[in-house]
């Protein structure tokens, strides 16, 4: 690796954004891969991994000679569900990819030892991905990345999954070809009528159709007595009138055979045309059959979808009504608002007028939540912050009733291809009944909690007065007794403070008593407050230069002690707990590691929801209200750091967060 390196902390810079990928490259250890860390990184490597990081186009870049991986969230999608990702990041190429390294070997060698780049359009290369191996098609470019001393230092790959596309394009192609033979193999029935002897010759396919014999002429009536009664009348009255010198000759119709030897509904459409003499008697009716049963198959096929797709429409309008959704649309191009008569009722509007952004919808919003709306409003619009998706919940004040409600409101922004917002709908629901249903059980809650704590109070001080008095007496045992009451009345106490805290929070009325201190200190401080009362697993910090943080004492401590907790609580007994410290930029990072059952895909996501607990065989017999992880998040949100979590079921989970470090 080149001794070029960059400057003291600047290699962050360089790591910056990139969405999911670039938080993983940042959190991720290099120290332990042969990479090392990045601040020995060589120029070269920082600038094209940013360059990878932040591209909206799928890449990957190889580096080393072990081929180190890195790649960006627009690549992200072809690695599939499960598998390789996250474990590609950092992961040597070989290791990856052994599915396909006898394929794109050689092309690495290639472009690491000629320096030539290599392309390849919708080349075919199946890789493991979703559980299985699967056909995926490439469309991508193999490009030298050299080191500063000019040496090959790595292959940066740009590529694009092209699968959907060659599979559609092979879809064409065979509904093409098979156009083409049912074409080439469609038969026309023939006929050609004598109207002086009402006989007629036809070909092969058309016998075949009416189930009548191979004679060489006809009698019109066997073949009239084979149309489906309700269509034989009609065909005979077209047929007259075909023959009738006044109407020109013309004959145009469809019915429906009933084969006697195959009984199967065939529907056809007979074109022909009379021919006349110069007494304007027809000497002359022929023609072809051609069979449209498949055609008139379809179209009853899409008419009797119409149906459906109008009852379907009939019924979504009528759940919706029985939901009680409004909705909205708004023309960001045109500057139009649309909402419908439930939208208009939750603002408290009942005039018909083409209502007005500001007018009706800024100024319906409650004050307190207005600010917060509108910022929200300003992300939804912004493609690379939030994808365009709305999920708020606030208040409303009736511009003509002066009612206040409560309503949750999702929806979706769409852009053009310029990324500009150019159209955000979606629907808006009466939630005030449910929000005043919490906010009465809030207010239950800390009323029960605030009168729980004086009993407790008292408890804890006639045990603290108790112990001293034992001791003197040498009472050991007793001591111990009332010693371990008071760790439970102290567990029972940061229960009911949790659930104060909820409805401090709830009111927007928690207090933060911020200072400077060492979180080293905490953290062992919470680690021996805990092995007191747990001795079934072994509780490990892991040493790390001191960080001072700037934040409150006690509620970061009740954030490492929940989560020290839950890591007892879900890890079998002889395990190892692991918390450690470290700085990342200008935050501090804690986490709790576990060894634990692990948490499945479909549950992080919720698992800092109030109440929300994962519901399994492992987790009935384990008490709790599912309110410890929100407490941990709100405290650490409005620390302005981040709470997240790293989790294989079966293997344990890491919980992770930050905190601002003092300045």
């Not at 019109?220 to 009348?233: P, T």
């Not at 009255?237 to 006697?260: F, L, R, V, W």
């Not at 139009?336 to 007005?356: A, M, P």
């Amino acid at each position: 690796m080149s001794s070029v390196k960059p400057a003291p902390n600047t290699y962050l810079h360089y790591l910056e954004d990139g969405g999911e990928m670039g938080e993983l490259t940042r959190y991720y250890d290099w120290s332990k891969s042969v990479l090392g860390s990045p601040e020995n990184w060589p120029q070269s490597l920082l600038t094209t991994v940013g360059i990878v990081l932040k591209s909206k186009f799928p890449m990957f870049l190889w580096w080393g000679g072990e081929l180190i991986q890195f790649y960006n969230d627009a690549y992200r999608p072809s690695l599939g569900n499960g598998g390789k990702h996250p474990e590609a990041l950092g992961q040597p190429a070989a290791d990856c990819w052994p599915e396909i390294w006898p394929v794109i070997k050689p092309l690495i060698d290639q472009v690491m030892s000629g320096g030539e780049s290599v392309w390849s359009k919708d080349q075919l290369i199946p890789i493991y991905r979703n559980g299985q191996m699967e056909d995926v098609y490439w469309t991508f470019g193999y490009s030298r990345v050299n080191n500063e001393d000019g040496k090959a230092g790595g292959v940066l790959v740009i590529c694009n999954e092209t699968t959907n596309e060659v599979k559609t394009y092979q879809e064409i192609v065979q509904t093409k070809n098979e156009l083409e033979f049912a074409i080439e193999a469609a038969e026309l029935g023939t006929w050609d009528l004598n109207p002086a002897t009402n006989k007629f010759i036809g070909n092969d396919t058309l016998k075949t159709w009416f189930g009548l014999p191979t004679d060489a002429e006809i009698e019109l009536h066997s073949a009239i007595e084979v149309i489906l009664d309700a269509d034989r009348q009609r065909v005979t009255n077209a047929i007259e009138k075909a023959m009738d010198y006044q109407t020109g000759g013309s004959y145009d119709i469809s019915y429906t055979i009933i084969n006697p030897l195959n009984p199967a509904p065939r529907m056809v459409r007979a074109k022909g045309k009379a021919l006349f003499n110069d007494n304007k008697q027809a000497i002359r009716f022929s023609g072809i059959l051609q069979d449209i049963t498949q055609e008139k198959m379809a179209a009853q096929k899409v008419e009797e979808s119409n149906i459906r797709l109008e009852r379907a429409y009939e019924q979504t309008s009528l759940s919706k009504q029985a939901a009680q959704l409004g909705t909205f649309d708004m023309d960001l191009e045109k500057g139009t608002l649309e909402w419908d008569e439930r939208c208009r009722l939750l603002f408290g509007i009942s005039h018909k007028d083409t209502v007005s952004y500001e007018r009706d919808f800024v100024n319906g919003l409650h004050p307190e939540d207005r600010k917060r709306i509108l910022e929200e409003i300003e992300k939804v619009f912004i493609k690379s912050v939030s994808n365009g998706n709305y999920d708020v919940e606030y208040r409303t004040v009736g511009a003509e009733d002066q009612v206040l409600r409560w309503v949750k409101a999702r929806g979706k922004a769409y852009f053009n291809n310029n990324d500009k917002p150019t159209r955000f709908i979606g629907s808006v629901l009466d939630i005030t009944e449910q929000k005043l249903n919490e906010l009465r059980k809030n207010d239950f809650i800390a009323m029960v909690s605030h009168e729980l704590k004086t009993p407790l109070t008292s408890l804890k001080a006639y045990v603290q007065l108790l112990i001293p008095r034992l001791r003197k007496n040498g009472d050991d045992f007793t001591v111990e007794i009332l010693g371990k009451s008071d760790l439970q009345i102290k567990k029972m106490t940061e229960m009911i403070n949790g659930f104060l805290n909820i409805s401090r929070l709830d009111a927007g009325k928690i207090h933060l008593d911020k200072t400077d201190f060492l979180l080293n200190d905490l953290i062992k401080e919470c680690l021996e407050n805990f092995a007191l009362t747990v001795s079934t697993h072994h509780l490990y910090f892991l040493p790390y230069e001191e960080l001072r943080v700037n934040a409150d004492y006690e509620k970061v401590g009740q954030v490492i002690n929940n989560l020290l907790s839950n890591a007892v609580k879900y890890s079998p007994r002889g395990k190892l707990i692991e918390i450690s410290c470290r700085q990342e930029g200008k935050m501090a990072i804690v986490s709790v590691k576990d060894e634990g059952m692990g948490i499945k895909p479909q549950d992080i996501g919720k698992l800092f929801e109030r109440f929300y607990r994962v519901e399994s065989k492992h987790t009935l017999a384990i008490s709790g209200f599912g309110i410890g992880l929100y407490l941990c998040s709100e405290i650490i949100q409005i620390h302005e750091g981040k709470i997240w979590i790293e989790s294989e079921k079966g293997k344990g989970s890491t919980f992770y967060f930050s905190l601002p470090l003092a300045n």
